[in-house]
């Protein structure tokens, strides 16, 4: 089931306006409940196309650009159901990220399979919210009510708009992803995240809920210790906001293990720090 997840789940409806009296975070909540009903209407398959951003990256299981692959690729049968846990939006308004339970049926029988999704969204020219990048994690346990909102909460304390405390600009930014991926290479990946890592930051994998970074257990990143090489791929940046994404490919020492990696990074002052990092396997070369 390791790759079941990238094949099915990408999520998040494109908002109408912005409506008076609620805010951005209210506003990115309700649209992904939207299109979690959406897709119950018209088939997820559909549904992505109908509302992924043009440059939208999913990962099947690597990188690739949403709109092309939905558009070359069969639907999947089935039936795919998500709701939002949590919601953060940066301080700009501009990008937004969400989180929350997922579950898919197969429509010719057999075991439901379920886990958890992240999912990172634009506000567009016409204020509407398209999903930008969206993956997430396959496991069977069950995370604390309002655990991740409370991280989020912990990451980006000042998520109003116009009130950034932490400004970031993009070179920053990739001057703070090049400094983890030394980090990485020179100690390995938990004490890479251990210096990097901001207060209430949640870590993503298969087989394990989603949680705080303080509860991990080492051996479920043993395999990429010092020696591994992480390699960025893209970054989904907004100027002038606390909220970001980069991602790209892990590899560990003996080159026996690959896995993708999803980094969501938040500002705090002059500092970029991760707020959740997210790891799924991938096949051998």
Same mark, same amino acid.
């Given at each position: 089931?390791?790759?079941?997840? /990238?094949?099915?789940?990408?999520?998040?409806?494109?908002?109408?306006?912005?409506?008076?009296?609620?805010?951005?975070? $209210?506003?990115?909540?309700?649209?992904?409940?939207?299109?979690?009903?959406?897709?119950?209407?018209?088939?997820?398959?559909? =549904?992505?196309? $109908? %509302?992924?951003?043009?440059?939208?990256?999913?990962?099947?299981? $690597?990188?690739?650009?949403?709109?092309?692959?939905?558009?070359?690729?069969?639907?999947?049968?089935? #039936?795919? $159901?998500?709701?939002?846990?949590?919601?953060?939006?940066?301080?700009? =308004?501009?990008?937004?990220?969400?989180?929350?339970?997922?579950? %898919?049926?197969?429509?010719?029988?057999?075991?439901?399979?379920?886990?958890? %999704?992240?999912?990172?969204?634009?506000?567009?020219?016409?204020? @509407?919210? #398209?999903?930008?990048?969206?993956?997430?994690?396959?496991?069977?346990?069950?995370?604390?009510?309002? @655990?991740?909102?409370?991280?989020?909460?912990?990451?980006?304390?000042? =998520?109003?708009?116009?009130?950034?405390?932490?400004?970031?600009?993009?070179?920053?930014?990739?001057?703070?992803? #090049?400094?983890?991926?030394? @980090?990485?290479?020179? #100690?390995?990946?938990?004490?890479?995240?251990?210096?990097?890592?901001?207060?209430?930051?949640?870590? %993503?994998?298969?087989? +394990?809920?989603?949680?705080?970074?303080?509860?991990?257990?080492?051996?479920?990143?043993?395999?990429?210790?010092?020696?591994?090489?992480?390699?960025? +791929?893209?970054? +989904?940046?907004?100027?002038?906001?606390?909220?970001?994404?980069?991602?790209?490919?892990?590899?560990?020492?003996?080159?026996?293990?690959?896995?993708?990696?999803?980094?969501?990074?938040?500002?705090?002052?002059?500092?970029? @720090?991760?707020? +959740?990092?997210?790891?799924?396997?991938? /096949?051998?070369?």
């Amino acid at each position: 089931m390791k790759t079941l997840w /990238p094949c099915l789940l990408a999520t998040l409806l494109g908002l109408p306006p912005t409506a008076s009296g609620s805010t951005a975070a $209210e506003d990115a909540r309700a649209a992904d409940a939207a299109f979690a009903s959406r897709a119950a209407e018209i088939g997820h398959h559909a =549904a992505f196309i $109908e %509302y992924l951003a043009d440059d939208a990256v999913l990962f099947r299981p $690597e990188a690739v650009r949403g709109q092309e692959w939905l558009a070359t690729h069969e639907p999947a049968g089935g #039936r795919l $159901e998500w709701s939002p846990d949590a919601v953060a939006v940066g301080c700009t =308004a501009a990008l937004a990220v969400t989180t929350g339970p997922w579950r %898919y049926s197969n429509s010719e029988g057999g075991e439901p399979v379920a886990g958890h %999704y992240l999912s990172l969204w634009r506000l567009d020219a016409q204020s @509407q919210w #398209r999903v930008v990048l969206d993956h997430g994690v396959d496991h069977a346990g069950a995370v604390p009510a309002g @655990q991740l909102q409370t991280a989020f909460a912990q990451s980006w304390p000042d =998520a109003r708009e116009g009130k950034c405390t932490g400004r970031g600009d993009l070179d920053g930014l990739a001057a703070a992803e #090049r400094r983890f991926n030394e @980090q990485v290479a020179r #100690r390995g990946l938990l004490p890479a995240l251990q210096r990097t890592a901001g207060e209430g930051a949640l870590i %993503y994998r298969d087989d +394990v809920a989603p949680g705080p970074l303080s509860a991990l257990q080492p051996a479920v990143d043993a395999a990429f210790g010092p020696g591994s090489v992480a390699s960025t +791929v893209g970054t +989904v940046f907004e100027p002038g906001t606390d909220l970001a994404v980069t991602h790209g490919v892990l590899q560990s020492p003996d080159g026996s293990g690959r896995s993708l990696f999803v980094r969501v990074w938040s500002r705090e002052g002059r500092r970029w @720090q991760v707020a +959740v990092d997210l790891r799924t396997p991938l /096949p051998a070369p």
